[in-house]
């Protein structure tokens, strides 16, 4: 199979549902190729990571945008992903993350344990109670989806009642972020990108009369400072604070449930061993990355990989090939959580590497132990169906029987200990 073949086989319903083939079909003819005029894509593991690190190559920041697509700004969906941190370049990019981080910093993080392992019971809990008699539970609805969005709710300050609205209105916005999309598509993205800035206008209102102590009130501070953040910029970071904070890690939750539930062995270890979840979450984001591409603009000609990359091109980093390069992961087909080296790519790397990175990888290292000790019966019971996305692969419905549950003190192990690594 030729480029031109494997890469629209990697760009079809199928191929967005498993582009695993599709990603080595491309392989095969290098870790840069060039897949249409312009436009490359990278299937490498060392090649990735040192384009994502090069100051050259750049995202499609709103100066870049207006020479590609002029009437961007007509777009809700897209002005709300350009005027980001996600597409922005420096020094903007810097500056606008350095007001975020302090809501990411490791003392905050792990201040976050407590919190995530309560959430983490609770939602056991109602598994355990919609679950009776063997009734299958939709795992993304139930867990995957609740956990992240409180989490990511409580930092930025939104009422737990309004925390249920989210779910479609980031489903729809995120269909921006895929390497193609079509006007109804686009239409869609627009809809949830309009409810979301309606909904953080409110909020923002709200913080200049009731300040808080959240990520919300601390950016409305800054953007009453001054030049500090503009008011697009304010309501576009709140929309992609939440997004990202949740999106990846829902996605993330579900695919490595899948995976573990198709490894019972390697499950099995994880219930009985939980301090080795540092290790067995960095495979399960190698094995099935949540975020499976990013793009970038090389602003000057890049040679790598034997291959000249002139200034101007289209690069898409194929994070989900790169995670399974050979070259680094000797059978990278298999799930083993015991790997010598992993530093997969499913978070980026470089400036723009993601800022709730941590947070993520805390909550999936608190999930997956008590998910797997509370019901030792756990089990799929159902069809899963997969959304037809690339860029944030995830499921739309993984249904699960939960079995005989075990209380959360049955062993007098915290839901969340899961610290160490193999």
């Keep these: 199979m030729d480029v031109a073949e494997a890469f629209a086989s990697l760009m079809s319903p199928d191929g967005r549902v498993d582009p ?77 993350r350095r007001l975020a981080a302090g809501a990411f910093t490791p003392r905050r993080i792990n201040a976050m344990r407590e919190v995530i392992e309560a959430q983490t019971d609770e939602l056991i809990d109602a598994m355990t109670t919609a679950g009776r008699g063997g009734a299958p539970v939709d795992f993304m609805a139930e867990f995957a989806y609740p956990l992240p969005v409180g989490v990511i709710c409580e930092l930025l300050g939104v009422p737990a009642d309004d925390r249920t609205l989210f779910r479609r209105w980031t489903a729809d916005l995120t269909g921006i972020l895929e390497p193609e999309i079509t006007a109804a598509e686009l239409a869609v993205a627009d809809a949830g990108a309009a409810e979301l800035r309606a909904y953080f206008t409110e909020l923002v209102a709200t913080r200049r009369r009731r300040p808080t102590d959240d990520l919300t009130t601390a950016l409305v501070q800054a953007h009453e400072a001054g030049d500090r953040l503009s008011g697009d910029e304010l309501l576009a970071n709140l929309v992609i604070l939440l997004v ?16 573990l539930l198709a490894h019972p062995r390697a499950a099995d270890v994880l219930r009985q061993h939980p301090q080795h ?119 739309d419905h993984l249904p699960v029987t939960v079995g005989e549950p075990l209380p959360a003190e049955q062993d007098g192990t915290p839901a969340g200990a899961a610290t160490g690594s193999p």
Excluded: K
Aim: proline residues 8%; positive net charge.
């Design 277 to 395: 979840a540092p290790a067995y979450v960095d495979e399960l984001l190698r094995f099935d990355s949540p975020v499976q591409l990013t793009t970038r603009l090389n602003a000057e000609s890049v040679r790598l990989g034997g291959v000249e990359v002139p200034a101007g091109s289209w690069i898409l980093l194929l994070l989900g090939a790169a995670n399974r390069d050979p070259r680094r992961y000797p059978r990278p087909e298999q799930f083993d959580p015991w790997r010598a080296q992993l530093n997969p790519l499913s978070f980026g790397a470089g400036p723009h590497y993601c800022l709730g990175a941590a947070l993520a990888r805390l909550e999936a290292q608190v999930a997956f132990p008590a998910l797997l000790r509370r019901l030792p019966a756990l089990a799929l019971g159902g069809q899963l169906r997969r959304r037809i996305r690339l860029t944030l692969r995830g499921y």
């Design 20 to 96: 695993y083939p599709a990603y080595e079909r491309l392989r095969a003819h290098g870790p840069i190729v060039q897949t249409g005029p312009g436009v490359y894509a990278v299937t490498g593991h060392a090649e990735a990571d040192e384009l994502l690190r090069d100051a050259r190559v750049r995202v499609l920041d709103e100066h870049l945008r207006d020479g590609v697509l002029p009437n961007w700004r007509e777009s809700p969906a897209v002005s709300s992903i350009a005027r980001s941190m996600l597409r922005t370049n420096p020094p903007d990019h810097s500056r606008l």
């Design 244 to 259: 990202a904070g949740f999106e990846t890690t829902t996605n993330l939750l579900g695919n490595g449930l899948a995976v």
